[in-house]
Nanobody
Framework: QVQVVESGGGLVQPGGSLALSCVAS????????MAWYRQAPGKQRELVAH???????NFTDSVKGRFTISRDSAQNTVYLQMNSLKPEDTAAYYCRITGYASLYDRRKKRGSDYWGQGTQVTVSS
């Protein structure tokens, strides 16, 4: 069993900062990539930030220059540092992790996808 748990959400004023973390634990053999998504009421879920096992990152245009994604591979942890927060950043934030469940799956390139339960971020005065 693999567990993915996000933490760090909460209420913050516009212009403030918040840091999210996501930890994967359990029987996963290796991780290929880690990402943060968000979904606001009435809107589609969107990719916010992504980091590969080689360290390559990308961000949706609306958060470039404000958000930073980082990874601690040894601890199977991904972070999202959010600065200069805006009310439109308000959403449930979800962690997504891709990887291999076993050495066999790695050799066969049979990837797996794991999601956390989400953490709420509210930006309001």
């Amino acid at each position: 069993q693999v567990q993915v748990v996000e933490s760090g959400g909460g209420l913050v004023q516009p212009g403030g900062s918040l840091a999210l973390s996501c930890v994967a634990s359990g029987s996963i053999y290796s991780i290929n990539s880690m990402a943060w998504y968000r979904q606001a009421p009435g809107k589609q879920r969107e990719l916010v930030a992504h980091i590969t096992n080689s360290g390559t990152t990308n961000f949706t245009d609306s958060v470039k220059g404000r958000f930073t994604i980082s990874r601690d591979s040894a601890q199977n942890t991904v972070y999202l540092q959010m600065n200069s927060l805006k009310p439109e950043d308000t959403a449930a934030y979800y962690c997504r992790i891709t990887g291999y469940a076993s050495l066999y799956d790695r050799r066969k390139k049979r990837g797996s996808d794991y999601w956390g339960q989400g953490t709420q971020v509210t930006v309001s005065s």
